[in-house]
């Protein structure tokens, strides 16, 4: 078992400068070609300057005009620039002035046809006039993919209906807007990724959206307020695959009723969820809230009979709670489900939870095919009351079910608390084929494990293996060598 400690690692260069000097070096690698300077002269592209200026007008504009700084042969051809990339990357080397000059000249003088992309992100305020040039610009060339980050603004940017009825737009991104969609839309037909953030939606304009955008295969809402009830009705919806619904506080109840849809991600409070169908999910995360109170029971149990065919479960401690043992139609007892083919799962420990090891094992029992289980307890202690100890505790030493299939279990923010090491010996016990265990100390650092203490939890922790074969190894928190990893992270 190895216990290494933190070592400062120091490089000659900072991965940017790397980056950058790399990116340079690509840069005049791609120049010294087309104008023949290669060392083999079979291999020089000495192409004609009006498919050079073709090429070059697919490249993001920032790359663009660095060419054209290097090389006098190309220096207008970022004219043509299909891809008008003033993102956030942008945004960070220049002011709010020089960034609006720049981005003005660019639309003054761009005498391309056709422009791909646009991508902003500043704040409008004051020059709404000048954007919505920009955009009409955009439209009279046939823009396909749309992305306003306008976050820094002091209020929402108000997006003229007249960008709603665009047909050539597949990707829409928009962020601290305020859209007018009408209710008999006409465009966006060939949509396929919608992301909204921090934008006023209503069920109105959500139900519109599904009903007319048919090729819709991805749907992100953040911080979308004034939404109680979100609908997605996209039973006619053949590529609908992806459904993210994040900080969306006044959401109370999501009606899903979308066949093909294969991965599901929610942050927020419980709320009611209802399925017109039972889906086939590759890939769901449950970020709930730490509740106040216990969590709505009711409302957790009738999502285990709807997702029970999810492969990947990322999770919280208030999902756990919701199906703890309790009095049940005026009997205590366990909740009946099964989640059988779920192979990854990930449980983060937050809050002030009632959870424990009771809980997750309960909750395990019902998941026979699992295989890597991901627990991270960092800045949580579990705090088991009178009821573990006279109850639960001796009703896990006879646990009856053993994970036959589970194969690789890591613990993040593991403390070597009391009730942290009976987790650990409940799982080196109860998994008879495990091959890897791997702990990793809590993020601030205050956990050090030196080798005279190595050397005891490894006796301690190998004595407790059911399989003979498991590799046990504890890692700091900086420096986590394992090369497996949850598939579903806690945020997007």
Excluded at 96 to 111: G, Q
């Amino acid at each position: 078992m190895a216990a290494p400690k933190r070592e400062n690692q120091t490089l000659s260069q900072s991965p940017q400068k790397r980056t950058k000097k790399l990116h340079h070096h690509h840069q005049y690698h791609l120049i010294s070609h087309i104008n023949g300077v290669s060392s083999n002269p079979n291999r020089s592209l000495n192409l004609p300057d009006d498919v050079l200026d073709r090429i070059f007008s697919f490249l993001p504009i920032k790359q663009a005009v660095e060419i054209g700084v290097l090389s006098t042969r190309f220096k207008k051809s970022w004219l043509f620039n299909r891809n008008l990339f003033f993102d956030r990357e942008f945004a960070r080397t220049h002011d709010r002035d020089e960034y609006i000059k720049i981005v003005n000249r660019v639309f003054d003088s761009h005498v391309g046809s056709r422009i791909q992309g646009l991508r902003l992100c500043f704040d409008p305020t004051s020059v709404e006039d000048m954007v919505e040039r920009w955009l009409k610009i955009c439209v009279e060339k046939g823009i396909e993919e749309l992305d306003l980050d306008f976050y820094q603004g002091t209020e929402a940017f108000k997006l003229s209906s007249q960008f709603m009825v665009v047909e050539s737009i597949t990707t829409l991104k928009l962020a601290y807007c305020e859209v007018d969609l009408p209710s008999n839309l006409k465009g966006l037909s060939f949509l396929t990724t919608l992301m909204l953030k921090k934008v006023d939606l209503t069920t109105k304009v959500i139900e519109t959206l599904f009903h007319h955008c048919l090729l819709l295969e991805i749907v992100d809402l953040w911080q979308c307020y004034k939404i109680r009830h979100l609908k997605v009705f996209a039973r006619d919806l053949k590529r609908f695959k992806v459904l993210k619904v994040g900080h969306c506080n006044d959401i109370l109840c999501i009606d899903i009723h979308a066949p093909t849809l294969r991965s599901i991600y929610y942050i927020g409070n419980v709320v009611k969820f209802q399925f017109a169908e039972v889906l086939h999910l590759d890939e769901l995360l449950l970020n709930f809230f730490p509740s106040r109170g216990l969590t709505k029971a009711s409302l957790v149990e009738n999502l285990v009979s709807d997702l029970s065919h999810a492969k990947v479960l990322t999770t919280t401690s208030a999902f756990l709670e919701g199906l703890t043992t309790r009095i049940r139609d005026g009997a205590f007892r366990d909740i009946k489900f099964c989640f059988w083919n779920l192979k990854e799962f990930q449980l983060f420990m937050e809050g002030t939870s009632y959870c424990n090891l009771f809980d997750i094992a309960s909750f395990l029992k019902n998941c026979p095919s699992l295989e890597n289980l991901f627990i991270d307890l960092d800045e949580f202690s579990f705090e088991c009351g009178l009821y573990w100890e006279l109850h639960q505790k001796q009703l896990l030493e006879y646990f009856p079910q053993f994970f036959t299939r589970l194969k690789f279990i890591k613990v993040k923010g593991f403390k070597f608390q009391r009730h942290e090491l009976e987790l650990v010996k409940f799982f080196l016990g109860k998994a008879i084929f495990l091959e890897t265990l791997v702990l990793i100390t809590p993020r601030n650092g205050r956990i050090r494990i030196y080798a005279p203490d190595a050397l005891i939890y490894n006796r301690l922790l190998f004595s407790w293996r059911a399989s003979p074969k498991a590799n046990i190894v504890i890692y700091d928190h900086y420096n986590d060598k394992s090369f497996v990893h949850p598939k579903v992270l806690k945020f997007w």
